[in-house]
């Protein structure tokens, strides 16, 4: 018995709230350094694959070359003098990484092409893969990063969007892996939009809602933040949406700004203030909800429809296109940065879908959000899954503790694999209660410092 497959998400590498991400913004933390010390011990010699869930790097809120250098710096502590980890990396692009994604199958629709013979009809552009790691998709620009440095000799990462099926021979299960930005509806925006403007059905598989929103995702998501100056104050903007004083006084100044400048028309400029203060006030409150944002529950009740809806429609329909029929799965994803684990019914399936999330490991308030944290998810031999939660925000210092999260399905196989991972995990010694402590401090001093953005703005 052993690890064959550890997933992890929404790292956030280069991001100034990631606690993986020391102040210098190219540097793992001290938790980073501890978490990647738990992770040896967790994984002894059994060189699992690595699958990065999506945004694992921060495009979305830091330049791409500190953050490309924060992730190689992390993989050093991973595949070292000791590796930790085996010889490949599945990636699985979310939002905030999203342009990885765009730039690698762009760059393989552009072998394709120069592979057709003259006179053949060329290929058509893809926007998803399949559900399998394919080597002949690698994720370009990680392996333009590694190339450049002998050390990374025989290390490869492959892309894989947006889900990724784990299989074993001769097994009934199947484990699919999805970074989650498809179970929000802001990620469909410009279907939604389309639907407006020339009545149409909703998307129904993965390609066509990849193929329909893949723009708005990568402009809004993977290239805004990074636009100069307008990135440096979009990016301050994000930071402050959680904290409606600072959001109602920035909303409120451009709101007046534009009332200044519109001067056409009969109406006085306090009526144009009052009207886009309503209508710039009600733009924001969109953006605010945000799922990562949302601090009442496991799921906001939109997400959790938006779950339902992917697991029961696009993702059914992928598995039957692919011939997987299985009623036995599993389902673990992101993008939340609350990690939970709960059996959930979908229409039109017999058992149950045992579904992970593995939370994230960044900041997003000043004030403690207890639903939030992280966890790995570890899937071994015969496809048993079990999740390790390495931390939950506390307000209390004593709480943080890792721990191996009970058997969501209750059978011999996951038993035996809770028992493996709990001999290895020993929550009050080294190196566990010095991440615990690590997490603790970094959390603390991530909260102060948007308290005072906070503070600043409101």
């Given at each position: 018995?052993?690890?064959?497959?550890?997933?992890?998400?929404?790292?956030?590498?280069?991001?100034?709230?990631?606690?993986?991400?020391?102040?210098?913004?190219?540097?793992?933390?001290?938790?980073?350094?501890?978490?990647?010390?738990?992770?040896?011990?967790l994984l002894g010699d059994d060189s699992p694959?690595?699958?990065?869930?999506?945004?694992?790097?921060?495009?979305?809120?830091?330049?791409?070359?500190?953050?490309?250098?924060?992730?190689?710096?992390?993989?050093?502590?991973?595949?070292?003098?000791?590796?930790?980890?085996?010889?490949?990396?599945?990636?699985?692009?979310?939002?905030?990484?999203?342009?990885?994604?765009?730039?690698?199958?762009?760059?393989?629709?552009?072998?394709?092409?120069?592979?057709?013979?003259?006179?053949?009809?060329?290929?058509?552009?893809?926007?998803?893969?399949?559900?399998?790691?394919?080597?002949?998709?690698?994720?370009?620009?990680?392996?333009?990063?590694?190339?450049?440095?002998p050390r990374w000799d025989g290390l490869y990462?492959?892309?894989?969007?947006?889900?990724?099926?784990?299989?074993?021979?001769?097994?009934?299960?199947?484990?699919?892996?999805?970074?989650?930005?498809?179970?929000?509806?802001?990620?469909?925006?410009?279907?939604?939009?389309?639907?407006?403007?020339?009545?149409?059905?909703?998307?129904?598989?993965?390609?066509?809602?990849?193929?329909?929103?893949?723009?708005?995702?990568?402009?809004?998501?993977?290239?805004?933040?990074?636009?100069?100056?307008?990135?440096?104050?979009?990016?301050?903007?994000?930071?402050?949406?959680?904290?409606?004083?600072?959001?109602?006084?920035?909303?409120?100044?451009?709101?007046?700004?534009?009332?200044?400048?519109?001067?056409?028309?009969?109406?006085?400029?306090?009526?144009?203030?009052?009207?886009?203060?309503?209508?710039?006030?009600?733009?924001?409150?969109?953006?605010?909800?945000?799922?990562?944002?949302?601090?009442?529950?496991?799921?906001?009740?939109?997400?959790?429809?938006?779950?339902?809806?992917?697991?029961?429609?696009?993702?059914?329909?992928?598995?039957?296109?692919?011939?997987?029929?299985?009623?036995?799965?599993?389902?673990?994803?992101?993008?939340?940065?609350?990690?939970?684990?709960?059996?959930?019914?979908?229409?039109?399936?017999?058992?149950?879908?045992?579904?992970?999330?593995?939370?994230?490991?960044?900041?997003?308030?000043?004030?403690?959000?207890?639903?939030?944290?992280?966890?790995?998810?570890?899937?071994?031999?015969?496809?048993?899954?079990?999740?390790?939660?390495?931390?939950?925000?506390?307000?209390?210092?004593?709480?943080?503790?890792?721990?191996?999260?009970?058997?969501?399905?209750?059978?011999?196989?996951?038993?035996?694999?809770?028992?493996?991972?709990?001999?290895?995990?020993?929550?009050?010694?080294?190196?566990?209660?010095?991440?615990?402590?690590?997490?603790?401090?970094?959390?603390?001093?991530?909260?102060?410092?948007?308290?005072?953005?906070?503070?600043?703005?409101?």
């Amino acid at each position: 018995m052993g690890t064959r497959w550890v997933i992890l998400s929404d790292l956030h590498l280069g991001a100034d709230q990631s606690v993986l991400t020391a102040d210098d913004g190219v540097t793992p933390s001290a938790t980073a350094e501890a978490f990647a010390a738990c992770l040896s011990e967790l994984l002894g010699d059994d060189s699992p694959t690595l699958v990065l869930a999506g945004d694992a790097i921060e495009l979305a809120l830091s330049e791409m070359g500190p953050a490309f250098t924060v992730f190689e710096r992390f993989l050093e502590l991973l595949c070292g003098d000791q590796p930790v980890i085996g010889k490949r990396i599945i990636y699985i692009p979310g939002n905030h990484d999203h342009h990885l994604w765009q730039v690698s199958r762009q760059q393989g629709f552009m072998r394709a092409i120069a592979d057709t013979e003259p006179g053949d009809e060329l290929p058509k552009m893809w926007f998803t893969s399949g559900l399998d790691a394919d080597e002949d998709l690698p994720l370009s620009p990680l392996v333009a990063l590694l190339r450049r440095d002998p050390r990374w000799d025989g290390l490869y990462i492959d892309a894989v969007y947006p889900n990724l099926a784990l299989r074993v021979a001769d097994a009934e299960r199947t484990v699919i892996v999805h970074h989650g930005h498809f179970i929000e509806s802001i990620y469909s925006a410009m279907s939604n939009l389309g639907s407006l403007v020339f009545p149409s059905s909703p998307p129904t598989t993965v390609e066509q809602i990849e193929r329909e929103n893949n723009s708005w995702i990568d402009f809004l998501w993977s290239e805004l933040g990074r636009s100069g100056a307008v990135g440096t104050d979009l990016h301050t903007a994000y930071h402050l949406l959680p904290d409606a004083r600072s959001v109602r006084h920035l909303s409120n100044g451009v709101a007046d700004r534009i009332a200044a400048r519109w001067t056409r028309g009969p109406l006085p400029e306090n009526v144009r203030r009052w009207l886009l203060r309503g209508i710039i006030g009600d733009v924001v409150s969109t953006a605010r909800a945000l799922e990562t944002h949302e601090h009442g529950g496991v799921l906001s009740p939109g997400a959790e429809r938006g779950l339902h809806q992917y697991l029961a429609g696009p993702l059914t329909t992928q598995l039957a296109t692919n011939g997987d029929d299985s009623n036995d799965l599993a389902f673990v994803f992101g993008h939340t940065h609350k990690p939970y684990q709960q059996l959930l019914r979908v229409e039109d399936r017999v058992g149950p879908i045992a579904v992970y999330n593995t939370g994230g490991w960044v900041n997003e308030r000043a004030e403690v959000q207890h639903t939030q944290g992280a966890q790995a998810v570890l899937v071994d031999d015969e496809l048993n899954v079990i999740a390790v939660e390495f931390y939950r925000q506390s307000s209390n210092p004593k709480a943080f503790a890792v721990r191996v999260r009970e058997p969501l399905i209750d059978d011999n196989g996951h038993r035996q694999f809770h028992d493996y991972l709990t001999q290895r995990v020993r929550p009050n010694e080294t190196p566990w209660v010095d991440f615990s402590s690590a997490v603790s401090s970094e959390l603390d001093s991530r909260r102060a410092a948007l308290a005072k953005l906070y503070q600043n703005y409101g």
